[in-house]
């Protein structure tokens, strides 16, 4: 099994932040899926987002399969930090999701950029641990969907005898992992079917990853032409708004970013007028070789998020970044 291509509109949409309650969630999500987004994006693992606030911190797990369940065709996709699960756990939920809504997880694995897992207990790792991890991982994930009897002893994955039922159809998974650096380059090389580009949409900077990713795919004999992208971009459809004038919130909302110049930031962002941002979408869609641009709604209250999507919604090529 692996990632549907992209459709000629395939376009996604995320809602983070913990921005919404559940059922603003779920009404943005099914409004997404009726204007014919191909996927949606949710919280992950994460814990509280600092404490200055009592909004509902739903988990990211719960929620995503709470969507598949309750919506027919969209993807529906929420990161999997390593240090919050046990391999075998991991690979019979997901199995299990994929039983109940076939090809519709769209299953994304990350090391975490800011650890929020203080509070429950959790390990607090270096990034070059959490990089072992999820080679861990992985490797045992795509064991236990094969259906083998895993017995792996490493550092962080101690499995004696695991196994899993049901086996996903073909004994496959897609897997997407998000990256930007040469080690975590080197874990899409080796067990991704989709990278999740974690860098604002500027082409120097993605080109250059997508060269070290290369690389990582020759050195184990695999094609990089084998694995799509997708990637996030900061949108806000707002006619009074332009590209310098949006900083300061993409800065808020993408704190990982902080060493990209705003210089490169104002052209990596789609925000003013829909037409604007249709053209800016299509245009780094194309230029960056994305099987899947989504537009980033993080941050943004109901009904301007439900405004962006209308004004959005996905057109015949629009978004088809195919020659």
């Known amino acids: 099994m692996s990632l549907p291509a992209a459709s000629p509109s395939g376009l996604g949409v995320a809602f983070t932040w913990h921005r919404h309650p559940w059922e603003e969630l779920l009404a943005l999500v099914r409004r997404a899926e009726q204007l014919g987004y191909s996927a949606a994006f949710v919280d992950g693992d994460i814990a509280m987002l600092g404490s200055d606030s009592e909004r509902d911190v ?32 991991l690979a019979q939920a997901v199995a299990t999701a994929e039983r109940i809504a076939p090809g519709r997880l769209r299953f994304l694995l990350a090391i975490g950029d800011r650890l929020h897992s203080d509070g429950f207990g959790l390990p607090q790792l270096p990034a070059g641990e959490r990089i072992r991890w999820l080679d861990e991982l992985a490797t045992a994930l795509r064991r236990l969907w094969r259906g083998d009897t895993v017995t792996q002893a490493g550092r962080y994955v101690q499995l004696e005898g695991a196994r899993i039922r049901p086996v996903p159809a073909g004994g496959r998974i897609p897997i997407a992992i998000a990256a930007r650096g040469p080690r975590m380059l080197a874990q899409v090389a080796a067990h991704a079917d989709c990278w999740e580009v974690n860098l604002p949409p500027v082409a120097r900077r993605v080109e250059r990853a997508a060269g070290v990713l290369a690389e990582a795919c020759r050195r184990i004999g695999r094609n990089p032409d084998s694995i799509q992208r997708s990637l996030w971009i900061f949108t806000r459809v707002d006619p009074s708004l332009d590209a310098a004038a949006s900083l300061p919130e993409f800065r808020r909302w993408n704190p990982w970013f902080r060493e990209v110049p705003d210089a490169e930031i104002r052209g990596a962002v789609a925000v003013g007028s829909a037409g604007d941002c249709r053209q800016k979408l299509s245009e780094l869609a194309v230029a960056l070789r994305l099987d899947l641009p989504v537009i ?28």
């Open 58 to 89: 739903l988990d990211g797990w719960t929620v995503t399969t709470a969507l598949l369940a309750l919506t027919r065709r969209i993807q529906i996709g929420s990161i999997r930090l390593v240090h919050h699960w046990n391999a075998a756990r």
């Open 296 to 323: 980033d709604l993080s941050g943004l209250a109901a009904g301007p998020a439900r405004a962006a999507l209308e004004a959005l919604a996905p057109a015949e090529r629009e978004f088809d970044a195919s020659p």
